[in-house]
């Protein structure tokens, strides 16, 4: 019964989240009660101290589609005329120990960086910025498919909602899936 007393006081004492193996540890290195993890564990039963789940709970981490924009470029880069598919993606870059961030806008069919934008701050201004510069530049083309990553700047209600405004196609590429957009990835890591 002394044993058992002290097992409940450890068990409330660590806020119900010990087990056996940890109270067998406890009764040793504090009590100097020295017993095996079974016998606790038939102690413990007996006092009906509920057990504590070890498993994780489930979460589906699946990324939620966005309405109707899905992926309409399909890794075809390689595009028959200009100014009909744009994709865009932003990178970091330390200079003299601060972070700036860097989103870039590339027309497809030469592969040439149209515009560029540069903030402390990766948030939707960035790239709305840098999809302005681009869109004005190119004196806003008509049948437009911009094409991006997944990235929470890109998938904003603000962003979206200038890319509907101007009847650009949106398209983006499967969460964690670089391929959707190599051309983009891998101008910014040259």
Same mark, same amino acid.
């Given at each position: 019964m002394e044993i058992a007393k002290r097992i409940l006081q450890i068990y409330a004492d660590y806020n119900k989240r010990l087990g056996a193996y940890k109270i067998t540890y406890?009764?040793?290195? +504090? /009590? @100097?009660? /020295?017993? $095996?993890? @079974?016998?606790v564990y038939r102690l413990m039963k007996t006092l009906q101290l509920p057990?504590? $789940? =070890?498993e994780k709970p489930y979460r589906n981490y699946r990324h939620k589609d966005n309405g109707d924009c899905t992926n309409h470029l399909h890794q075809k880069f390689n595009q028959k005329s200009p100014d009909i598919v744009w994709a865009s993606d932003f990178t970091y870059i330390k200079v003299s120990g601060n972070w700036y961030y860097l989103c870039i806008v590339m027309e497809l069919f030469s592969?040439?960086?149209? $515009?560029?934008n540069i903030s402390v701050i990766p948030d939707v201004n960035l790239v709305m910025t840098a999809f302005k510069k681009a869109y +004005?530049?190119?004196?806003? %083309?008509? @049948?437009?498919? &911009?094409h991006y990553d997944g990235g929470? *700047? !890109? =998938?904003? &209600?603000?962003?979206? *909602?200038l890319l509907d405004s101007l009847n650009v196609v949106q398209s983006f590429s499967?969460? @964690? !899936? %670089? &391929? +959707?957009?190599?051309?983009c990835e891998i101008s910014l890591n040259i």
């Open positions: 406890v009764l040793r290195r +504090d /009590h @100097g009660i /020295h017993m $095996s993890v @079974g016998r057990r504590m $789940s =070890t592969r040439k960086v149209i $515009s560029w +004005d530049r190119r004196r806003c %083309p008509a @049948g437009l498919i &911009f929470s *700047q !890109y =998938t904003a &209600f603000a962003f979206r *909602q499967k969460k @964690g !899936y %670089p &391929f +959707d957009n190599a051309s």
